[in-house]
């Protein structure tokens, strides 16, 4: 009489690529309780309820997609279901996005003891993954919340957007108080920075435990340097499109940026910083640069997948507009040689959904400054890491260890990020020598067109299980929304 199934599931014969390892293992996986509790070849078929062949497809950890933007064009609860499905079928099993208050998400003001809750009503149950929140404070009282957040929501990590203080997401503004819905006398500017970056100091002092998990993220851009560069170069009949984007906002904005927050980090002992979305060669050189001028701060080294993939020639032009610009090829090449020396700690969409209609003027589509910033990726995430950093000789180690391992240290997210035993049975099946070519038409996103239409692109996402359920299989996002809130403390 043989004995009851001690596995929930095994997945056979998958190729298992993990981050901590320098081989790829032919492995069978046991899975119980969502977690991965057995990993060793020819587990018996007996042991379990149920058994998936994974056809010796390669296996990578469950992707952890560390920058997203979920309900900043179209209403939260809404977004979250059409673009979390994109991130299934790209073989995302976990989302972090940034959010804050003002214009745009919820379009509100006021304190984030009010506004964070509605923040998670609108996500329960519309999550086809694990998700969680990095907020942004944007007026002086959310300092003040920062314990609050921590402590009641579990959010350890939290945004500046350098830009902010004196130019608008899309262009020139000089209505920046009632954008970001502050009073006429608060200012969000590098002494505002400062603060914040005091308070999660004390926070960190307070929660030793926490230490490694308390961070803060920067978008890196000086509104100063783009507001005199784009006036210059509007008056610029030789550019257009993204060439003139990319010389509106250049890249040494970011270069002095990024020594800005530096510098605050070293002066508020703000020990843990990641710099966000480099997107040029002189940002990353800066970033470099004050790793080696301040020791003691923790710097993380952030690119997307978008600026890893395009150029200023890429030929869907204005759709592919977005902050910090997509930058010349010297700048992308540049980009992937740090990804290659070990640089970069992990690679993100940025995906922020902008529907067609929203994405640029029907009138004038064309005009780049008509446009507005940020697009959807969350599904090519793998996908394109995979095609083009094999091309390059990257390692499918060093792709986990980017994609999942990496962001799932910082972030807090324990649970995540490696196949291993105890950990959640978070597993993407891809087919290294399948190749396809993008097309909006096939995206679960509500986006209707992509900057990266026409890539051809080799490694395909097969399926995707979020703690052990198969979420999306050949084509198909399965089942309903079982995506989970992330608490990080």
């Known amino acids: 009489m043989s004995e009851a199934p001690i596995l929930d599931k095994i997945i056979k014969n998958v190729r298992v690529v993990r981050p901590r390892h320098d081989v790829v293992e032919l492995l069978d996986l046991g899975i119980k309780d969502g977690k991965f509790a057995t990993i060793t070849p020819n587990i018996s078929p007996e042991q379990a309820k149920e058994v998936l062949d994974g056809k010796n497809l390669l296996g990578f950890p469950g992707v952890v997609d560390a920058h997203m933007h979920i309900g900043i064009y179209q209403p939260l609860d809404k977004d979250a279901v059409t673009e979390t499905k994109a991130?299934?079928?790209?073989?995302?099993?976990?989302?972090?996005?940034?959010?804050?208050?003002?214009?745009?998400?919820?379009?509100?003001?006021?304190?984030?003891?009010?506004?964070?809750?509605?923040?998670?009503?609108?996500?329960?149950?519309?999550?086809?993954?694990?998700?969680?929140?990095?907020?942004?404070?944007?007026?002086?009282?959310?300092?003040?919340?920062?314990?609050?957040?921590?402590?009641?929501h579990g959010v350890s990590s939290f945004k500046i957007?350098?830009?902010?203080?004196?130019?608008?997401?899309?262009?020139?503004?000089?209505?920046?108080?009632?954008?970001?819905?502050i009073n006429?006398?608060?200012?969000?500017?590098?002494?505002?920075?400062?603060?914040?970056?005091?308070?999660?100091?004390?926070?960190?002092?307070?929660?030793?435990?926490?230490?490694?998990?308390?961070?803060?993220?920067l978008h890196c851009e000086v509104a100063e340097i783009l507001n005199a560069y784009t006036k210059i170069v509007e008056n610029n009949s030789n550019l257009s499109g993204l060439h003139?984007?990319?010389?509106?906002?250049?890249?040494?904005?970011?270069?002095?940026?990024?020594?800005?927050?530096?510098?605050?980090?070293?002066?508020?002992?703000?020990?843990?910083?990641?710099?966000?979305?480099?997107?040029?060669?002189?940002?990353?050189?800066?970033?470099?640069?004050?790793?080696?001028?301040?020791?003691?701060?923790?710097?993380?080294?952030?690119?997307?997948?978008?600026?890893?993939?395009?150029?200023?020639?890429?030929?869907?032009?204005?759709?592919?507009?977005?902050?910090?610009?997509?930058?010349?090829?010297?700048?992308?090449?540049?980009?992937?040689?740090?990804?290659?020396?070990?640089?970069?700690?992990?690679?993100?969409?940025?995906?922020?959904?902008?529907?067609?209609?929203?994405?640029?003027?029907?009138?004038?589509?064309?005009?780049?400054?008509?446009?507005?910033?940020?697009?959807?990726?969350?599904?090519?995430?793998?996908?394109?890491?995979?095609?083009?950093?094999?091309?390059?000789?990257?390692?499918?180690?060093?792709?986990?260890?980017l994609?999942?391992?990496?962001?799932?240290?910082?972030f807090g997210l324990l649970q995540k990020g490696d196949i291993a035993i105890g950990y959640d049975a978070d597993l993407v099946l891809v087919d290294p020598n399948e190749t396809f070519v993008v097309r909006a038409a096939e995206s679960e996103s509500q986006q209707g067109y992509t900057p990266f239409e026409g890539v051809e692109l080799t490694g395909r996402v097969k399926s995707t299980f979020l703690r052990g359920n198969l979420i999306y299989n050949n084509g198909q996002v399965v089942g309903s929304p079982s995506g989970r809130y992330l608490k990080r403390c």
């Open 184 to 217: 006429k006398e608060e200012r969000y500017d590098f002494a505002h920075f400062e603060f914040i970056m005091r308070r999660l100091s004390r926070l960190m002092e307070e929660h030793p435990e926490a230490r490694e998990t308390i961070s803060l993220s």
């Open 403 to 410: 994609l999942s391992w990496n962001p799932s240290r910082r």
């Open 87 to 152: 991130a299934a079928m790209g073989g995302v099993t976990t989302s972090l996005n940034y959010i804050r208050t003002g214009q745009y998400y919820l379009n509100k003001g006021g304190s984030y003891h009010d506004f964070f809750p509605e923040v998670l009503a609108l996500s329960a149950g519309h999550f086809f993954v694990d998700y969680g929140y990095h907020v942004a404070p944007i007026a002086s009282q959310h300092i003040d919340e920062i314990p609050l957040l921590f402590k009641e």
């Open 244 to 401: 003139a984007y990319s010389a509106a906002r250049p890249p040494h904005s970011e270069g002095l940026a990024i020594c800005i927050a530096s510098y605050l980090a070293h002066e508020t002992n703000c020990a843990n910083i990641n710099l966000l979305h480099l997107s040029s060669r002189k940002a990353m050189e800066a970033a470099l640069t004050m790793q080696t001028a301040f020791p003691h701060i923790n710097f993380r080294r952030e690119v997307t997948v978008g600026h890893l993939l395009l150029d200023v020639d890429t030929p869907t032009a204005t759709w592919a507009k977005v902050n910090p610009p997509i930058r010349p090829r010297a700048d992308v090449e540049y980009l992937w040689q740090a990804v290659l020396n070990h640089q970069v700690d992990w690679i993100v969409s940025d995906h922020a959904c902008c529907s067609a209609e929203q994405k640029r003027s029907a009138k004038d589509p064309n005009n780049i400054w008509l446009a507005k910033s940020g697009f959807g990726g969350t599904e090519y995430l793998l996908s394109g890491v995979f095609s083009e950093g094999s091309k390059r000789g990257m390692s499918y180690n060093h792709m986990a260890k």
């Open 161 to 181: 957007f350098m830009f902010y203080g004196g130019y608008g997401l899309h262009g020139l503004s000089d209505q920046q108080n009632l954008f970001l819905m």
